[in-house]
């Protein structure tokens, strides 16, 4: 069987019985992973189970600062109320019946005094079960071996060199904020594509003259792209992570974020380049920012690339928050050898990526919950 994964930590979750009930969990005390079965046998009757089983599925919203052990996917945040009328909150994945206890949270269980009457199956049996079918989801949802893509169009994305998501959690609602992002660069290329050089000389964003036009270059310049290419992969970036970005935090809270990560990057290439006068172009400081959001809310995302060794074709992948960090890392290097020689603002990209981690930490400790 596959390892159980904390989704606070992201560290291996370590096994043990109680009751003759499965339970995983963290070496560093940050929470427990209990079945939904193994629920039913710690509280010694179905009542509770049942009735966590019943809001968990009827609540439309997920969170996603803790991810199933299991699929990896943002569970259900879900409030009971306990019979000395104290709150508690357990978060549970439906696809997998897998509830998660933040540290001493077990212990709040109510207990009845007899077993349920309408257990048909001993619980031995009902626990193994239990136990098979976390085995069987570990196997559906792991990365661990297999990184081929799931789709056949992120066959041909990863041929042309770009990454893709494995085991992405699915969308909830329709990611319009991102695609009107999108469309709005695509239609402002195609109106400009016979005049790039005169538009991105009068709407670029310039260090030295960051007021010019009122200060709207630092706007106008997140929408315009220097080239098809610079266009397609920024672009492909935005579709690739901002729709469960979007998903996770509303959209209200996704424009907001959007606003401060393009800001915040245009800050940080002012200081760095502020003696040049290059326009510089691109939605890839607000996009970095995405990246960064997306490897906090979903670490453990498998991210898949393609290599080429002679004839022969090979995926692999790692998790997300892996991905991120060879990426900054690589953002990092080129920026100090780089300087200002190159038409590429890596500072502008680290900018955006240092908002999106400030972000994601105030989202992951919940200091305001998603939308």
């Known amino acids: 069987m596959h390892s159980l994964i904390c989704p606070q930590c992201g560290q291996k979750l370590q096994s043990a019985f109680r009751n003759r009930s499965a339970i995983y969990s963290c070496k560093d005390y940050h929470g427990q992973a209990v079945t939904l079965p193994g629920v039913r046998a710690l509280c010694n009757s179905s009542k509770f189970a049942n009735m966590l089983w019943q809001k968990a599925y009827n609540q439309p919203q997920v969170n996603p600062a803790k991810l199933c052990p299991v699929c990896r996917r943002a569970m259900k945040s879900v409030p009971l109320t306990l019979p000395d009328n104290s709150v508690l909150e357990l978060d549970v994945c439906c696809s997998c019946q897998l509830v ?3 540290w001493e949270e077990l212990e ?3 207990q009845e005094s007899s077993p349920p009457a309408e257990a048909a199956l001993p619980q031995k049996a009902r626990t193994i079960m239990a136990l098979h079918t976390i ?3 570990s196997r559906d949802y792991s990365t661990e071996v297999d990184d081929h893509p799931e789709n056949p169009w992120q066959f041909l994305a990863g041929l ?3 990454p893709v998501e494995k085991n992405a959690p699915p969308l909830q609602s329709v990611p319009c904020v991102t695609w009107l992002l999108g469309l ?3 239609v402002l290329f195609g ?8 538009v991105i000389a009068n709407w670029g964003f310039i260090p030295e003259l960051w007021f010019r036009k009122g200060g709207l270059t630092i706007i106008s310049s997140a929408f315009l792209h220097g080239s098809l290419p610079h266009l ?3 672009m492909y970036f935005l579709m690739l992570f901002g729709d469960n970005v979007e998903d996770a935090i509303g959209k209200k809270r996704y424009i907001l974020l959007i606003i401060f990560f393009e800001l915040f990057s245009t800050l940080l290439y002012c200081i760095f380049a502020s003696d040049t006068s290059i326009p510089c172009v691109g939605a890839s400081g607000f996009i970095s920012g995405i990246i960064a959001l997306y490897a906090v809310l979903f670490p453990q995302v498998r991210i ?8 022969k074709f090979y995926w692999w992948g790692m998790p997300a928050w892996l991905m991120f960090a060879f990426w900054i890392i690589f953002q990092t290097i080129m920026a100090v050898l780089a300087g200002s020689t190159i038409n590429v603002a890596y500072t502008a990209h680290i900018g955006g990526a240092a908002a999106g981690l400030l972000a994601g930490a105030i989202i992951r400790t919940k200091k305001f919950a998603p939308e």
């Open 108 to 110: 709040k269980l109510p």
């Open 160 to 162: 042309m060199g770009f």
């Open 184 to 186: 709005t660069c695509i």
């Open 304 to 311: 898949s690339c393609c290599s080429r060794f002679f004839w």
């Open 232 to 234: 397609a992969g920024n």
């Open 135 to 137: 085995e069987k989801q």
């Open 191 to 198: 109106l400009t594509f016979r005049d790039l050089a005169g």
């Open 100 to 102: 998660w206890f933040d």
